[in-house]
């Protein structure tokens, strides 16, 4: 199979309509000149990502579960956003949207200015592979190939030039250049995780969604990799959005959004471990015993 690099054709005066071709395909991108990069409420930049009245249900009848209910969110660039919550209360369904893994049943969801909400899957796909990176708990590396051949294999199969220059720079932060050559079957749990974070980061997406990245590693390897999060945050601007049930390894990101029954209950800026365990406690779960340390 041959992939084939999307190519910008101007086919419709349309300004709320950017279409790309992509493997003899037109996928239309819908934006909003009114809207068009999705701005926070008190802010001048504009959004990396935006959730405006989002909704999910999974099931029907007796059996519906209403995971997200009517949820307006905004992650500005270079932010680095923690998101807690009771088990159900929606944390992994709004990661899942927001990366468009789910599909919502009411509201918008915006990457940059685009609106991904309508987008066919083929469309999302390449949204996906060109303008989000993911970390993900259980690393998700090829066994069979090299840390190196991992983290450009998003790049590779997109036809798209790797920048060596930033490559260089990327794993020498993450202290993985002389780890290049080994297979994931060859490094540790840390090591591997950084890998993953460094295919997340290379092109520089607009947002890099991590689920639990530290759920696996131990509090050393852990901690090795909320640096290198916050790095990408403070160094390169990269936004990243963090699912985790650790008090203390949220204490690392710019702010922390709770989650109960599907609704944004609290928003915390410039956390502490005090406040973070209120507001879960007032969410209706223990705050984690905060292995991970600073």
């Known amino acids: ?8 054709r101007p086919v419709r005066p349309n300004p709320c309509i950017r279409t790309f071709w992509h493997m003899g395909q037109r996928l239309s991108f819908r934006t909003s000149p009114s809207r068009p990069s999705g701005r926070l409420p008190g802010s001048t930049s504009s959004a990396a990502a935006e959730l405006r009245g989002v909704s999910k249900t999974f099931g029907a009848g007796d059996q519906a579960v ?3 209910r009517d949820v ?6 270079g932010v680095f956003t923690a998101i807690m919550g009771p088990s159900g209360s929606g944390k992994s369904t709004l990661l899942n949207v927001l990366a468009g893994l789910d599909r919502v049943d009411a509201g ?4 940059g200015g685009t609106e991904i909400t309508g987008l066919e899957d083929r469309g999302l796909t390449l949204l996906r592979r060109r303008r989000l990176g993911f970390v993900f708990q259980s690393f998700n590396l090829m066994p069979a190939l090299t840390a190196r051949e991992n983290i450009v294999l998003p790049s590779e199969l997109d036809r798209r030039r790797v920048d060596q220059d930033e490559l260089a720079s990327l794993v020498h932060s993450l202290g993985i250049a002389d780890r290049l050559h080994h297979r994931p079957s060859e490094l540790s749990g840390g090591q591997q995780q950084r890998v993953a974070i460094a295919r997340a980061l290379l092109g520089r997406p607009d947002l890099v969604v991590c689920d639990e990245p530290t759920g696996a590693l131990d509090s050393t390897s852990g901690a090795e990799v909320l640096s290198a999060l916050r790095a990408a945050c403070d160094e390169r601007r990269q936004t990243v959005v963090m699912v985790t049930h ?7 990101a710019d702010r922390v959004l ?5 609704r944004l209950v609290e928003e915390i800026d410039a956390p502490t471990l005090d406040r973070v365990t209120t507001a879960l406690n007032d969410a209706g779960t223990p705050a984690a015993a905060g292995s991970v340390a600073s």
Do not use: N
């Open 246 to 252: 650790d008090a203390a390894a949220a204490c690392r």
């Open 1 to 8: 199979m041959t992939y084939a690099t999307a190519v910008e």
């Open 72 to 77: 307006t969110i905004g992650f500005a660039p």
């Open 66 to 68: 209403r995971a997200l």
């Open 258 to 262: 709770v989650l109960r029954d599907g």
């Open 108 to 111: 918008e969801v915006f990457i």
